[in-house]
């Protein structure tokens, strides 16, 4: 098993990356879904996030409104660090009954956002990092996503900068050009991996 992280800034299309690793075979094994999964309604995440930040960030169905809580933690570090706190170890947990499941040669693609700033990259024999520039990703997060260029500034500077993703990379797959170009990118990605 060749273990792997993918990591990328918010709007650099990491996404994009880790479905076409996984279309040519890789286990993904996705961290944001995971920590989606550990506070949905009845989960025991949930009731942690909701003692520590109030009953306001619950949609009328019981549901975490992702957004307003978002737009707390992401301006205030410390309120952060209390919702990584309760979210990562839940995702650690599920993290390895995955791993434990996979194939024993199969190349394993953890798809981690936070891996350089929870300074993750001892944890895995090669790292990717998906790489655009803060004006392009800010683009994307205003025109794909709909978010607003305030919104999309806080949520990059609440990230680690681009230099610290770049300094952990083993492998970059640049992601500032068309889709035909990340294809052939992530081709050659696999290629190396899989060889």
Known sequence: MLKVGLTGGIGSGKSEVSKRLAERGAVVIDADKIAREVVEPGTEGL?????????????E??????ERLGS?????????????????????????????????GAVVVYDVPLLAENKLAPMYEVVI???????????RLTKVRGMSEHDARARI???????????VADIVIPNEGSLDDLEARVEQVWERLSG
Do not use: C, M
């Not at 500077?157 to 300094?167: D, F, G, K």
């Open 129 to 139: 990092v998906v790489d655009a520039s803060d004006e392009v990703r800010v683009e």
């Open 47 to 59: 009731a942690r996030v909701v003692a520590a930040f109030g009953e306001e960030i619950l949609r």
């Open 72 to 104: 707390i933690v992401f301006a205030d570090s410390e309120k952060l660090a209390t919702l990584n706190g309760i979210v990562h170890p839940l995702v650690g947990e599920r993290v390895a009954e995955l791993q434990k499941s996979a194939p024993d």
């Open 61 to 66: 169905d019981g549901s975490l409104d992702r």
């Open 157 to 167: 500077a609440a990230q680690a900068s681009r230099e610290e993703r770049l300094a």
